[in-house]
């Protein structure tokens, strides 16, 4: 029945549901089988009820924190498709793409919310017609460089000012340059934004809204859950202080941080918290950390996919994620 | 996915929502300034499922619409993982983070003392401060405000794995997820089960804290009393 229902939905719109459909089953399956056998695996006290409940309690404390911030999201973007005119999302932004970019960037950092809020954002943005190249660099600067994080960051490095600095202008950094790089590379198709309520003309406003709410939850929800599976299982496997080694060299400390940051899967409001605790990393690793965390994490990677399809996920994630390590080096090399 | 069980899935994320904003156990996993956004979250998913529950029943009354037959928007499979989360929480019975977090985690360095120096703690005998202010006061400027005075401290018992036990307290800034503990070396009591919470009064051990580089002061105990675990386990 199921099956069915999804292929004939498939045959039925130009804008697919997107690589979401083929992908997901595979996907949620992978990611139940590795959080059971990450869980099951561990050590010979396999289910060990300590382990076992840190486990449940990092997943769930993952999910209750982005609840309502994707609630919120998927709010706006139902908004955006729903009330705000097609002019007026075109016309809010410069009509040069490569202006457009940077402006998006800026726009970015008056919205204080979490990169769950986000990601539902940028496609609410794009079935509005703007521009996919201003549209990511929004998404990535969004979570990034809020006066919320900004704060954050500064509290969490007393005395060390350059670090929010440095923060601002890699973040900034990598989000503008994605932007350009989408601008002169980046196809439409690999975009398959889930089909919309918005392509059924004749219908009350209220009625698309609120369609598109349950859609963009239910699309975002489900792939909010198995990040957090996965970073779970991170969160109780890892070995404590395995990367305490890896700390003293400079090149590899910043590519074990980045890394961190996308397994661990911290909101972009705590993070600076926690690049603060390694502290036998170099500045310029722990600025990677930060700058690389809320652009690129599991639980997003999975939301993109979702959202956005799995053709855009394997081309934006990882040239996303080189763009934000080699902006956190030059900058760490200029100012840390 | 038929909207009926649309209506279940947003129905499961708003029941995981309730459940623990009921029973206060969302204390557990985040701060506690995020009671207002649950409950403006579940209230916004029950009225996304009470619409999308309404919606099923008309349309099997009506039977099916031309683009609606039953089905939504091709919403992926994995919406289905929605429910696991409700499904843990019923399943394995929600804690907070305890010993096992605690002996895992490595703290940041606390923030440094204020410029004039800290401020003399409250008059009382013992007065009460938290593991993270008694860590932050031993490890930062020598902990002279510390010198003399009888404390007491809430906490939870961890077992240091180099022997003898710690009194510990998890730090959050947003939810579990990023959470690292505040440790103080217990000397002088008999180590309490692991996780076991207690109230702890004692005096610091001069000169311990700033001179390891491990960041772990030490506290002579004299009374090392079971309490129960408080509604609120982490602190900020």
Redesign the interface.
Known sequence: M?RA??S???H??EH???G??G???P??LL??LVAVAGVGSLAGDALDG?????F??????????A???L??GV?LSAAIVAFVPRELAARALPRNRALAVPVAGAAGMALPGCECASVPVASGLMRKGVAPAAALTFLLAAPAVNPIVLA?TW??F??RPEMTAGRLVASLGAAIAVGWLWTLLGRTEWIRL????EA?AGRSRWLVF??A???D???A???L??G??L??VI??ALP??WVDSLAEQAVLGVLVLALLAVL????S???A??A??F?QFSPTAQLAFMVVGPMVDLKLIAMQV?TFGRAFAVRFVPVVLVVAILMSVLVGWVLL | MSRALQAILLLSAAALLARLVVTGEYLFYVKPGMLPALVAAGLVLVALAVLAGRDAWVEAEAGPDDDHAGHGHGEPKAALLLAVPLLTVLLIAPAPLGAFSAQRGSPPPPAPAPAGGFAPLPAGDPVEVTVSEFVRRATEGGGPTLAGRTVVMTGFATPNPDGGWWLTRMIIACCAADAYPARIAVRGADAPPADAWVALTGTWVEGTGSDDGLLIPAVDADVVAPIAQPASPYQR
Do not use: K, W
């Not at chain 1, 300590?50 to 840190?54: E, M």
């Not at chain 1, 889930?194 to 309520?197: A, E, N, Y």
């Open positions: 199921e229902a999804v004939g939905h498939d039925g719109h697919g549901p997107g979401g459909l992908l997901a089953g996907i949620a990611a139940v300590p382990r076992l409940g840190a449940a309690t990092v997943f769930i404390s993952i999910v209750v924190q609840l309502p911030f609630v919120l709010l954050a509290v969490a007393p005395g889930p089909g919309g309520p059924h609120r369609r709410v349950s859609h939850f239910l699309h929800g489900g792939y859950v198995v957090g599976l970073s779970a969160n109780v404590p202080h661990m899967c911290i909101c409001e705590a993070d918290f926690v603060a605790s502290t979702g």
